[in-house]
């Protein structure tokens, strides 16, 4: 089992940061993939982050070059992700996700079985 707490939401103005952190914790060794989802309310959870177990990272194309998604270095399960020029439309609750069992990363929430209760993230105009 692997247990995910998520940390760093907030309310910020348009144009700023944040810093999101996933620190995972359990019996399991290191996960693989791991990755940020978001979701509003109405909506299906969209992943915007994503780590592979070998390091490299993706994103989807509304975040790319504001969102940057690393790894702890001396704990392979606990992520950031470091957000920048914030816009309204980022606002969600993002969670971490995490599957132990392949390097790739697969883009369903319902891939990932090990998951965080989510921080809530709120920018305004």
């Known amino acids: 089992q692997l247990r995910l707490l998520e940390s760093g939401g907030g309310s910020v103005q348009a144009g700023g940061s944040l810093r999101l952190s996933c620190v995972g914790s359990?019996?399991?060794?290191?996960?693989?993939?791991m990755a940020w989802f978001r979701q509003t309310p109405g909506n299906q959870r969209e992943g915007v982050a994503f780590?592979?177990?070998?390091?490299?990272?993706?994103y989807i194309d509304s975040v790319q070059g504001r969102f940057t998604i690393t790894r702890d270095d001396n704990n392979q399960n606990t992520i950031y992700l470091q957000m920048t020029n914030l816009q309204p439309a980022d606002t969600a609750v993002y969670y971490c996700?995490?599957?132990?069992?392949?390097?790739?990363?697969?883009?369903?929430?319902?891939?990932?079985?090990?998951r965080g209760q989510g921080t809530q993230v709120t920018v305004s105009s």
């Open positions: 996700a995490a599957q132990s069992w392949s390097w790739a990363c697969p883009p369903s929430w319902d891939r990932y079985p090990f």
């Open positions: 359990g019996e399991i060794g290191s996960a693989a993939c």
């Open positions: 780590i592979s177990g070998d390091g490299r990272p993706t």
